[in-house]
């Protein structure tokens, strides 16, 4: 669908790589747009597959799958949110059907959808609830793929909870969410076993420094602070310990 510059400024515009105007500051320091196309190559071609949005929050994931084919429903709890992504599918003129539900009680039948997507969602929520109800609501031979932040760099988890909220640095978590530890990862790999691959395409962690301190004000630490993060992300073992993580799971196609 071809939307003219002025029209997107007026009322938002997605793309099928998840540009979102007032979302690019953000996706761009944080190298997302990379881990969009990465995650949506695991899940393969989406047209005319049903797909469930989790955690869908202003929607523009959402739109980007619908624009890429998907029959789309998505939840969140935020009804505000809901709102917001109501009226931005509707801009860009794509069907997807918004439900406010908690991840840890979909109201779905058994067996509902064929792939499964979602952005910083899994660390919100009762990941032993909700971890059953993906294996309930998947399709047997169903994919899920989740873009999650990781708990496994210590220093970035001292700073997080020893700087952010201080120094002026600001906070943007509060206390009933943490990154991905171990033992979530654990509580994943029990509900998909054998079936549950986590993948570090990229490293996210100077870039940080951008993001939350020089917050993009020069452009030559911006590319600095990015070729770290290429230089740090070329050793395999380095980017597990970066703080962004995609976790792939399958549903077998045996039914019990």
């Given amino acids: 669908m071809q939307v003219d510059e002025e029209r997107a400024t007026a009322e938002g515009f997605v793309r099928e790589d998840g540009w979102?105007?007032?979302?690019?500051?953000?996706?761009?320091?944080?190298?997302?747009?990379?881990?969009?196309?990465?995650?949506?190559?695991?899940?393969g071609n989406v047209k005319d597959k049903v797909l469930l949005d989790c955690g869908c929050g202003p929607g523009h994931t959402s739109v980007m799958l619908a624009k890429r084919g998907a029959t789309v429903t998505a939840f969140?709890?935020?009804?505000?949110?809901l709102d917001t992504a109501r009226?931005?599918?509707k801009a860009n003129g794509v069907d997807v059907v918004f439900l406010c539900q908690p991840f840890e009680e979909l109201d779905f039948?058994?067996?509902?959808?064929?792939?499964?997507?979602g952005t910083f969602v899994l660390h919100h929520v009762d990941l032993l609830k909700a971890s059953r109800q993906l294996v309930r609501v998947l399709k047997p031979g169903g994919k899920a793929v989740f873009i999650e932040n990781s708990a496994l760099n210590?220093?970035?988890?001292?700073?997080?909870?020893?700087v952010c909220g201080?120094?002026?640095?600001?906070?943007?978590?509060?206390?009933?969410?943490?990154?991905?530890?171990?033992?979530?990862?654990?509580?994943?790999?029990?509900?998909?076993?054998?079936?549950?691959?986590?993948h570090f395409p990229?490293?996210?962690?100077?870039?940080?420094?951008?993001?939350?301190?020089?917050k993009k004000r020069?452009?030559?630490?911006?590319?600095?602070?990015?070729?770290?993060?290429?230089?740090?992300?070329?050793?395999?073992?380095?980017?597990r310990y970066g703080y962004l993580q995609i976790v792939e799971l399958r549903k077998g196609t045996s039914r019990a």
């Fill in 166 to 198: 201080k120094f002026g640095v600001p906070q943007y978590s509060d206390d009933h969410e943490h990154p991905l530890t171990r033992r979530d990862i654990a509580t994943l790999q029990s509900a998909f076993p054998g079936a549950c691959t986590i």
């Fill in 109 to 117: 039948p058994d067996e509902s959808f064929d792939v499964v997507f």
């Fill in 202 to 214: 990229s490293f996210l962690f100077f870039r940080l420094l951008d993001f939350y301190v020089f």
């Fill in 76 to 81: 969140d709890t935020a009804a505000g949110q």
């Fill in 87 to 89: 009226r931005l599918a």
């Fill in 218 to 239: 020069w452009a030559w630490m911006t590319a600095l602070l990015q070729r770290c993060d290429q230089a740090a992300g070329s050793i395999p073992f380095v980017r």
């Fill in 20 to 43: 979102y105007a007032p979302y690019d500051y953000w996706l761009t320091l944080w190298g997302l747009y990379d881990l969009y196309a990465y995650a949506l190559a695991l899940l």
């Fill in 154 to 162: 210590p220093l970035l988890m001292a700073a997080r909870s020893k």
